[in-house]
């Protein structure tokens, strides 16, 4: 049984399986498919989800100027399910529908101001099979159009973030942060990324976001784009992008953010000290400090 609700500017449609309790009901706007696989969401909520979902991916769209790629691809799918056991998290992958690749972004939680969600869109308008390119530029958008707790930031700037690493040690040469979810101490596991190592995977994330921050505001967004664009078939095209090796704009990064951090001592100190007092639950620190000012 099919049942449609209107709501103003959104065709909201309920599914009613058989004479099963489940209920998925979904939201389809010009370039998104937004759904609720939890069956929780009022028709009234879903709205609001569906209108944060929608209003973010227009922002993402219009900072990239990028090609929706719904004839290749069709629309993005979002699926807002239950929180995962840890932290509420999005994420992209792939299945088929209807006999066709789809994009799919999950959204585990935060329905009223999802995490990560600015960046997994934009990772879905740019999907590569590189997790350094996806996470540069992933998270240059999550700076601009998403939350400010999200991972791994966790409240903090990503540039003060790398400063700390440094202090502490935990600095990870961008030649040494591989293109696969084990090179971030990661793995895919039932289409559900599962973390082995999470101050590799938190230090690997901040100098991906810090450095993709560094390159589109020294270099600009059409450059990345190229980059992007070009890796697919050429491994990290640094210097047929830029004119200047990973080494050489690495350098230029670092001396940037040690301009950028005068006068954010005390900032950095912050997170030194929670790096320090333990890598694995710093994030979640950081996220309990913002949230207490």
């Known amino acids: 049984m099919f049942k449609k609700f209107i709501i103003p500017g959104i065709l ?17 706007t010009e370039n998104l498919i937004i759904r609720d696989v939890t069956g929780n969401l009022s028709p009234a909520k879903l709205e609001l989800f569906a209108k944060k979902v929608d209003s973010t991916f ?4 219009k900072f990239w100027s990028a090609d929706t790629r719904i004839n290749e691809f069709g629309k993005i799918i979002v699926e807002l399910d239950r929180p995962l056991p840890k932290a509420d ?43 350094l ?5 992933g998270e ?21 973030w790398v400063m700390a690493l440094q202090n502490e040690g935990l600095y990870i040469s961008l030649s040494n942060i591989g293109s696969k979810h084990e090179d971030w101490g990661m793995e895919i596991i039932n289409n559900v990324p599962v ?14 976001g810090s450095f993709g921050e560094f390159l589109i505001s020294t270099y600009g967004i059409d450059k990345m784009k190229q980059f992007n664009k070009i890796s697919i078939n050429v491994t990290r095209p640094w210097h047929e992008v830029y004119g200047l090796t990973l080494k050489q704009l690495e350098e230029k990064w670092l001396e940037t953010l040690k301009l950028k951090s005068k006068g954010k001592e005390s900032q950095i100190s912050t997170l030194s000290i929670l790096l320090r007092s333990n890598p694995v639950t710093a994030c979640h620190s950081a996220q309990n400090l913002t949230e207490k000012k």
């Not at 909201?12 to 389809?28: H, I, R």
């Not at 390119?133 to 530029?137: A, E, F, G, L, Y």
């Open 12 to 28: 909201l449609y309920l599914t009613l399986l058989g004479a099963s309790v489940s209920q998925e009901a979904a939201v389809k």
């Open 58 to 61: 227009e922002a993402v769209h």
């Open 89 to 131: 998290s999005s994420f992209l992958f792939w299945r088929k529908e209807e006999g066709r690749k789809v994009r799919v972004v999950k959204v585990f939680g935060g329905d009223e101001n999802p995490l990560l969600l600015a960046h997994k869109l934009t990772s879905a308008l740019f999907p590569n099979p590189d997790k």
């Open 133 to 137: 390119i996806r996470n540069m530029m």
């Open 140 to 160: 240059v958008a999550e700076k601009r159009f998403g939350n400010p707790l999200s991972f791994p930031m966790c409240g903090f700037d990503k540039d003060q």
């Open 195 to 208: 973390v082995r190592d999470r101050p590799k995977q938190h230090a690997s994330y901040l100098e991906a």
